[in-house]
């Protein structure tokens, strides 16, 4: 049973590009999330996602970034104009649906995708 | 603003001896806490958890206490193994979402 897989694992981009991330939650998770690590602090949270519907993008910066899970095919992270402020690790994470609050169930994460803003 | 703190971001163990890891956290909302061991170039995988109901839960070799007057919980690990090393983040959950800390760096020396 093959893990959250994301790809691609390393991405370099120059200012002003756009930065496509994308996310293949674990097989039967229905459930998405995005995290982004800057250097030296923690996961902070972007993005929940179910197919098709944005459920909490209160980490979300306001500009530039979106995201997407469509009903077919993995979730999308997309970050346009990037700066070198953009440049960190973005985890994905996917967990089951479990019925219960989003914020218990137990998350599964991926590899992540380090971002280099050149 | 940082809701969840691991204020020691790296830490030495013998092995076979005990490896405590600290978190502490500010909101009183919290109420499902949550563990996370990552190695290099990989992502964070689940330790264990305990909910605010309980003060102690044990997986193992792994025992996560929670102290909900201080607003502190620990993760022991007993006994360490070399395997063992690694960055580990703690979590806690309001029911909205999850909130990490910047992570503890555990060296186990054989």
């Known amino acids: 049973n093959a893990g959250v897989m994301q790809n691609p694992r390393h991405l370099v981009r120059r200012r002003g590009q756009e930065a496509r991330l994308r996310c293949s939650p674990m097989?039967?998770?229905?459930?998405v999330y995005w995290y982004r690590q800057l250097p030296e602090e923690g996961l902070k949270f972007m993005v929940y996602?179910?197919?098709?519907?944005?459920?909490?993008e209160s980490g979300m910066p306001k500009e530039r970034f979106s995201a997407e899970f469509p009903k077919e095919g993995p979730s999308i992270l997309r970050i346009q104009q990037v700066v070198r402020g953009d440049s960190a690790a973005y985890f994905c994470?996917?967990?089951?649906?479990?019925?219960?609050?989003?914020?218990?169930?137990?998350?599964?994460f991926g590899p992540g995708t380090r971002l280099t803003v050149l | 603003d940082q809701q969840v703190k691991q204020n020691s971001p790296s830490l030495s163990v013998q092995e076979g001896r005990i490896s405590i890891l600290n978190c502490d956290y500010t909101?009183?909302?919290?109420?499902?806490f949550l563990w996370y061991k990552k190695y290099p170039a990989e992502g964070p995988t689940f330790l264990i958890s305990?909910?605010?109901?309980?003060d102690k839960n044990e997986d193992g070799r792994f025992t996560v206490f929670l102290n909900k007057s201080a607003k502190h919980l620990s993760l022991h690990i007993v006994p360490s193994q070399p395997g063992d090393s690694a960055v580990y983040f703690c979590?806690?959950?309001?029911?909205?979402?999850?909130?990490f800390g910047t992570g503890t760096s555990l060296t186990v020396i054989p």
């Open positions: 994470a996917s967990s089951p649906n479990s019925g219960g609050a989003w914020g218990t169930d137990t998350q599964y």
């Open positions: 097989k039967g998770h229905s459930h």
């Open positions: 996602l179910q197919k098709e519907n944005i459920i909490d």
């Open positions: 909101n009183s909302m919290f109420d499902y």
């Open positions: 305990i909910s605010s109901i309980k």
């Open positions: 979590a806690a959950s309001d029911g909205n979402q999850f909130y």
